[in-house]
């Protein structure tokens, strides 16, 4: 194989992993809206705050230990060594679904039958509410996050490809970094779980009914509000691990908060409602970006990485605004 | 609380209500009815003149649409309604079939009858029995099992919706405009499976229809709602031959055609705690 081809090829892989990452903030997205039509503009935060548990967790913090300290003058910081990884999950899993159990009791509850615009307003206060709360929380220093997955570059593949070059090209072998690998395996399995999980069980069909009209389920007596307090907690999961994935490959900080705006163009892309079409969105987004990056950044002094999803999104919205596998857009009540 | 059920006392019994929509408009103005149990009551009455207002009343559906009840009060096999929630109700055996059937378009139709099921907890076996009475009540339900709702048609969806409130084991289903686009003969066949689940499963019936002639041939009992309020009621043989329900409502002039000038007015009828 030619070492262009190869390029190629690797600037794909390298893509597609990269869109992965997109998909799993996508997807919380996703979750949210076809349970509830709520466009949850907090979705990043929540994976942020999820991932700033996590670590505390992992790492013995006292909570709002900043703030005890400033009135009481006391010196806390660590209550103790911290907790095993798997516990830790656990314990920001329990955090989060209490997280979604007081979003619907302090907030959803009292918008039921308002307009999608005013709950939209809604999660955009609770995106900076939980963002400064978890701020007070945790503090504002950016944390690793070490959850005991791979990472770096696998030595593995980078032999097997150097391989594939002709002799003497001086061809060094692909890079693929194995914590992109790892987010590529756990996506899969979340996309696994979470379809048979709204496949095969009654909480998960009350889910898919509540999505297709809010009206019927509420006459055959699924109450919307347990539902509700269900998809956040769902929602939070999906941000936990987003937050994990994103948070070891680049640290737990507040820009992580900020994968929500790489989940917009995936989401107009694949259609709000659809699953796979998040999947899907967020892999075109990650190849897409990373070839016009690599073949036409050099034309026009690179950064393309930056826009290129936005201007996709622009031309879907332009030319099919349901996105490649959403359904035409409804109004709901 | 504890209520002794009494069991001469009608299954709902709704209690001159008066119901605002957006706290403003005023669509039911003191409207009384009972349903005994296993009877098929019929509200008739033209587009607008409350009737799924009122249905929606009964099964508590109204506040999802910022309707209210401000007076009165309805009571359903000894509960009040009003401080239940929907879901407790479809629990205590009232459920409503929505106008315009509300089938789950992307479920297909074993899921939507399965969804029917959400409020029991009676364990599988017993729910998968009545997934085979509601075959066997609607044949044609089980040939379309696998496809999607939202592909069947409008009968299918119609026979789709009725199951999936039997799957909850009702005592009351409250039936909005069944007839709603379906070819007469399906109204026809719609109307004997009402009346055979109501004679072999001893459900009860509160059904809104604009289908007058049909309504009346099926239904034991009659009230005719006009403008929120209830201005006749009656058995259902009385009503079919009464001149003024012919003459609005079923369609047949006394003799021949008249003037517009001659038309009746109903003497409205007020109507206090029943």
């Known amino acids: 194989m030619s070492v262009a081809l190869l390029n190629l ?23 949210i809206f076809k ?35 400033a009135i009481f003058g006391t010196e806390l910081h660590k209550w103790g060594p911290g907790l095993p990884t798997f516990l830790a999950i656990l314990l920001t899993m329990l955090v989060m679904v209490a997280l979604a159990f007081l979003i619907e009791r302090l907030v959803l509850k009292h918008l039921i039958n308002q307009e999608p615009i005013i ?27 070490d959850v005991g997955l791979p990472s770096g570059g696998s030595f593995w593949w980078e032999d097997v490809t150097r391989e594939w070059a002709a002799e ?24 696994v779980v979470l379809s048979l999980f709204s496949q095969y069980t009654a909480t998960g069909r009350a889910l898919r009914a509540v999505a297709d009209d809010h009206q019927a389920a509420l006459s055959v007596g699924i109450s919307l509000r347990t539902i509700w307090v269900i998809v956040w907690s769902i929602a939070g999961f999906v941000a936990l691990v987003a937050g994990i994935m994103w948070g070891a490959k680049s ?55 930056n826009w290129f999803a936005y201007m996709l999104a622009l031309a879907f919205l332009l030319f099919r605004p349901q996105g490649l596998f959403g359904e035409r857009i409804i109004e709901r009540i | 609380m504890l209520q002794r059920i009494d069991e001469t006392a009608p299954l709902l019994s709704v209690n001159n209500i008066e119901v605002i929509y957006n706290h403003v408009i005023l669509v039911l103005k003191g409207v009384s009815l009972s349903v005994p149990r296993g009877g098929i009551v019929a509200i008739l009455g033209a587009n607008g003149a409350g009737k799924t207002t009122t249905l929606k009343a009964v099964s508590n559906l109204l506040r999802a649409e ?41 479920l297909t139709v074993e899921e939507n009858l399965l969804t029917g099921a959400y409020t029991r907890r009676d364990g599988r076996t017993a729910v998968a029995a009545d997934l085979d009475k509601v075959y066997a009540y609607f044949p044609r339900l089980k040939e379309r099992r696998r496809s999607l709702a939202g592909y069947t048609s409008g009968g299918e969806q119609q026979m789709c919706a009725i199951g999936r409130a039997l799957m909850s084991r009702p005592k009351m289903i409250l039936l909005d405009e069944p007839s709603m686009g379906l070819a007469p003969q399906l109204v026809e066949e719609i109307f004997q499976i009402v009346a055979d689940l109501n004679a072999k499963e001893g459900v009860s019936f509160l059904l809104a229809e604009q289908n007058t002639n049909i309504a009346l041939k099926y239904a034991t009992y ?5 403008s929120g309020r209830v201005v006749m009621d009656g058995a259902a043989a009385d009503l079919r031959e009464n001149e003024d329900v012919k003459e609005f409502y079923l ?9 517009f000038r001659n038309v009746k007015h109903y003497k409205r009828r007020k109507r206090w705690l029943a």
């Open chain 2, 66 to 106: 910022r309707g209210e009840v401000t007076k009165g009060n309805i009571v359903f096999d000894g509960a009040e309604v009003q401080s239940l929630s929907a879901s407790e109700l479809v629990r205590r055996g009232c459920i409503q079939v929505m106008e315009g059937r509300h089938c789950f378009g992307h």
């Open chain 1, 168 to 191: 003497g090209s001086g061809y060094y072998g692909m890079y693929v970094d194995l914590l992109d690998v790892s987010a590529a395996i756990v996506a899969v399995a979340l996309v």
């Open chain 2, 222 to 226: 009659g009230y005719i709602l006009e």
């Open chain 2, 251 to 259: 369609g047949v002039g006394g003799e021949g055609r008249r003037s």
């Open chain 1, 251 to 305: 640290g737990v900080q507040f820009s992580l908060s900020l994968i929500a705006l790489k989940a917009l163009p995936v989401l107009i892309l694949g259609g709000f409602t659809s699953i796979p079409g998040a999947i899907v969105g967020g892999l075109i987004i990650g190849v897409g970006e990373k070839l016009a990056e690599a073949y036409f950044g050099p034309m026009v002094g690179g950064a393309i990485e």
């Open chain 1, 9 to 31: 090829i690797e600037t794909t892989l390298n893509g597609l992993m990269a869109g992965v990452m997109y998909s799993l903030v996508a997807l919380g997205f996703v979750l």
């Open chain 1, 35 to 69: 349970a509830s039509g709520i466009f949850n503009f907090a979705q990043g935060v929540l994976a942020l705050f999820a991932a700033l548990t996590l670590v505390a967790f992992q790492t013995g913090q006292v909570p709002f230990a900043h703030l005890v300290n």
């Open chain 1, 119 to 145: 709950l939209f307003m809604a999660t955009i206060g609770l995106a900076y509410f939980l963002e400064g709360f978890g701020d007070l929380m945790w503090g504002s220093d950016v944390k690793a996050l």
